[in-house]
């Protein structure tokens, strides 16, 4: 199975790294990002720290990103993406959502 990476971004800074991974998701900060000064989490869930986070199922906060009723049915009709495809959905839907945090499948 190839599994998919996603660049995670606070402010329009990189701040980490979301896989899939064999056990489920991991997440982990950039080392720059946790060295500037302001460095905000990317949640309260999440917080600053040099570890790897793992989950089995895609952690709440990035899964919460995810848009929801008619915007999240436009998304499945326009990407021909299931609705369980929870990363891919992340993937499509959360390059420029509302807020600090966004998603990105090439690291920009």
């Known amino acids: 199975m190839e599994y998919r990476t996603a ?3 606070v402010k329009k800074r990189f701040a980490g790294i ?3 991974t064999d056990y489920g998701y991991s997440f982990r900060y950039d080392r720059d990002y946790l060295d500037l ?3 905000s ?3 309260l869930t999440l917080p600053l720290n040099g570890e790897e986070y793992r989950a089995k199922t895609l952690f709440a906060f990035f899964d919460g ?15 021909k993406i299931s609705r369980d495809d ?5 993937l499509v ?6 807020g600090d945090v966004s998603v990105s499948e ?3």
């Open 65 to 79: 990103l995810i848009p929801e009723g008619w915007l999240l049915n436009v998304v499945l009709h326009n990407w």
């Open 37 to 39: 000064p302001d460095a």
């Open 7 to 9: 660049y995670v971004y």
């Open 86 to 90: 929870r990363f891919g959905l992340l």
């Open 106 to 108: 090439v690291k920009i």
């Open 18 to 20: 979301l896989r899939e």
């Open 93 to 98: 839907a959360c390059k420029d959502p509302i």
């Open 41 to 43: 989490p990317v949640s």
